[in-house]
């Protein structure tokens, strides 16, 4: 059982970035996923959740601007980040309802 996290890189602010979170071993479409992020000395929390059902819940500091969704064909979860801004530099984290955390994917955002 995996999550593999991708989609990092360096963003500019206005910008946009998609992360992607890919599972292997198991079937998605029973869980929910949740996207973390933890930014430098900063402690982890979560910016958006989808269900199994694809009901959705996002944290106050992205509404708005990012869009969590799911492709469970492709057992892939995305989280679409528009209108990025210096704040949202963070180690990004993929997790499921089973306790299984991807490895992250580094997210920087900067002119």
């Known amino acids: 059982v995996q999550l593999q996290a991708s989609g990092g890189g360096l963003g500019q602010p206005g910008g946009s970035l998609r992360l992607s979170c890919t599972a292997s071993g198991f079937t998605l479409d029973y869980y929910g996923i949740a996207w973390f992020r933890q930014a430098p000395g900063k402690e982890r929390e979560v910016v958006a959740r989808i269900t199994s059902t694809r009901s959705t819940d996002y944290s106050d500091s992205v509404k708005g601007r990012f869009t969590i969704s799911r492709d469970n064909g492709k057992r892939t979860v995305y989280l679409q980040m528009d209108n990025l801004s210096p704040e949202d530099t963070a180690v990004y984290y993929c997790?499921?309802?089973?306790?299984?955390w991807g490895q992250g994917t580094q997210v920087t955002v900067s002119s």
């Open positions: 997790h499921d309802d089973a306790d299984y």
